[in-house]
């Protein structure tokens, strides 16, 4: 799981509004209706005016991110909710958030970054919500994705997420990760799971030739090369740092979304805040 960086994050807040307009540029929706329909609300339904979020920095383990909490509560003041930072971290940071009337906690440490809804109890994950809100993404993007074919590159915490939510959608998966059980793990969970069989790849290359819709949820840098870009190529990248190479980032970009922090977190707070629905991780 890669550890973001105070520069990974620096302009979150500061440019949500970009970035949104981005993100309708190339999915023709908003960040509001990909993370609720990732998280199978209905952005008309959800009310934000009904809670109040407080984000806690974590001290433990390599400590605070300059600016991870900021960019945490930019993204979820940006979709219309009342949130604020706490002014001390750790346990003392969680009573000052209930004592200034939280609803929701959102809160990570070095392994895991969580919401917790106080009223309700449901929990959300931000490596299972990642997932679900880029595939939202992708769908959006391809328009739909059921009968569509999509290599699947990486089956860690996100990918399996994601893999679940494609099949969930009725597409065909190929996976490829570096580790090969991880691959077979997973097509298996997925056809226990939803009856269909996901082809495992091994040679990522040849299988990048082959795809046109590509999910990378990798933590490996710069495998996607302008050699397999082709103009009706759509990819979802999660993974931080990035799949494609520097030189065919020019060419990708405006059929790639990309981002920090923005969908995964934009989908925590819908998958907590929602009154039906999935949550719980
Ligand atoms: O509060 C803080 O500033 C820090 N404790 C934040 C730590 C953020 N954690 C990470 O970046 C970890 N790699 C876990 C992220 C999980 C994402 N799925």
Redesign the pocket.
């Given at each position: 799981?890669?550890?973001?960086k105070s520069d990974d994050i620096s302009s979150v807040a500061s440019r949500i509004t970009e970035y949104d307009a981005e993100l309708q540029r190339k999915t023709g929706q908003s960040l509001s209706h990909i993370a609720a329909r990732a998280a199978g609300q209905d952005a008309g339904q959800f009310d934000t005016k009904r809670f109040k979020v407080a984000v806690?920095?974590?001290?433990?383990?390599?400590?605070?991110?300059?600016g991870?909490?900021e960019a945490v509560a930019g993204i979820i003041a940006h979709l219309g909710v009342e949130v604020f930072v706490t002014a001390t971290?750790d346990a003392a940071g969680l009573a000052e958030a209930v004592e200034r009337g939280a609803d929701i906690i959102f809160?990570?440490?070095?392994?895991?970054?969580v919401a917790v809804n106080l009223r309700t109890g449901k929990t959300a994950?931000?490596?299972v919500a990642?997932g679900r809100g880029y595939v939202a993404a992708l769908e959006a993007m391809c328009g739909g994705l059921e009968g569509k074919q999509v290599l699947l590159v990486g089956a860690g915490?996100?990918g399996r997420s994601a893999a679940m939510a494609m099949a969930a959608r009725g597409a065909g998966l190929s996976v490829f990760d570096v580790k090969q059980n991880a691959s077979y793990d997973l097509a298996s969970d997925v056809y226990l799971r939803f009856g269909c069989r996901v082809t495992v790849e091994t040679d990522l290359d040849a299988a990048l030739y082959r795809h046109r819709i590509v999910f990378d949820a990798s933590p490996a840098e710069g495998f996607l090369g302008i050699r397999h870009l082709t103009p009706e190529m759509r990819i979802a990248a999660p993974g931080i740092p990035l799949g494609i190479e520097p030189a065919a980032w020019a060419q990708a970009e405006v059929r790639t979304v990309h981002d920090p922090l923005q969908l995964?977190v934009a989908t925590m707070l819908y998958e907590v805040g929602g009154s039906t629905g999935q949550g719980g991780g």
């Open positions: 799981m890669t550890r973001l806690v920095p974590l001290s433990c383990g390599e400590g605070i991110i300059g991870f909490s971290p809160q990570a440490d070095d392994f895991r970054f994950d931000n490596s990642t915490q996100v995964g």
